[in-house]
């Protein structure tokens, strides 16, 4: 069974970090890609960041890079997004994507308020 369990959101003050993780079960998670989404209330699901197979390779919107950081670890089947930095505007719902050949795995989401 194919699982996706993202957690590590919570409420922080401008400024402050967050490390989310999104913990994979039931598939191959080495031979996936990974892709952290985020919405915002009343907006559209955006792109955040995205890692290769191995993590070597990274790729960030504009507003992600210098404070975000995706990672991966195929031994623990999780990928990270380690925020700093964050802003108000950073308030969002973020979900893990993660996609193989023949597989495209959406997680539940988890929630990052940003508040003073």
């Known amino acids: 069974q194919v699982q996706l369990v993202e957690s590590g959101g919570g409420l922080v003050q401008p400024g402050g970090s967050l490390r989310l993780s999104c913990a994979a079960s039931?598939?191959?998670?080495?031979?996936?890609?990974a892709t952290w989404y985020r919405q915002a209330p009343g907006k559209e699901r955006e792109l955040v960041a995205h890692?290769?197979?191995?993590?070597?390779?990274?790729s960030y919107e504009a507003f992600a890079k210098g404070r975000f950081t995706i990672s991966r670890d195929n031994s623990k089947n999780t990928v990270y997004l380690q925020m700093n930095n964050l802003k108000p505007e950073d308030t969002a719902v973020y979900y893990c994507?993660?996609?193989?050949?023949?597989?495209?795995?959406w997680g539940n989401g988890t929630l990052v308020t940003i508040s003073s």
């Open positions: 994507r993660i996609q193989g050949l023949g597989f495209d795995y």
């Open positions: 890692i290769g197979f191995t993590g070597d390779a990274t």
């Open positions: 039931g598939f191959t998670f080495s031979e996936s890609v």
